[in-house]
């Protein structure tokens, strides 16, 4: 009997574990300056992918970022932003490139901030259809 507690407990990981859930990164780096740095990600044909990125200390807090689908295709593109966010949906099936830049910079160095996710997020509550709530109730009976 004293089994059956970490039996469930594995069963529940293992569960866990398999149940589709967007994947991604978050990396804070320093870019020297007059030099561009590149990530790369291999997605699949429609998987849907953001990056969010702030430069957090160094000059005018500002980079050029840019993205490429494997194609060599710029799918995003800024110059010299200290903050952005950029979702777009992989078109072919490939290694993705985004690149960050303080070519542009002669003297300051560069802290940059970038989250990376890819997949969708999956709802909160997924079975909640048109079930009304408390909250939805509530706001019902104010706007009426």
């Known amino acids: 009997m004293g089994s059956a507690a970490p039996r469930s407990l594995l069963l529940l990981l293992l569960l866990l574990l398999g149940v589709e859930r967007p994947r991604g990164a978050e990396l804070t780096f320093e870019l020297l300056d007059s030099t ?3 990530f790369h990600e291999e997605l699949e044909q429609g ?3 953001s990056l969010d990125y702030q430069v957090i200390t ?26 952005d966010s950029f979702t777009h949906r ?5 290694v993705y490139q985004f690149c960050f ?5 002669t003297f300051s160095h560069k802290t940059v901030y970038f989250d990376f ?12 259809g048109n079930r009304v709530t408390a909250l ?7 706007c009426l």
């Open 36 to 38: 561009k740095q590149c």
């Open 47 to 49: 998987v849907r992918f």
């Open 58 to 83: 160094g000059g005018h807090y500002d980079v050029d970022c840019y993205v490429e689908d494997p194609l060599g295709n710029t799918v995003y593109r800024e110059t010299k932003k200290q903050y």
């Open 90 to 94: 992989a078109e072919v099936k490939g």
């Open 101 to 105: 830049s303080n070519e542009f910079s």
């Open 117 to 128: 996710q890819v997949g969708d997020e999956p709802p909160i509550l997924p079975d909640m």
């Open 136 to 142: 939805t109730q509530s706001f019902s009976t104010f």
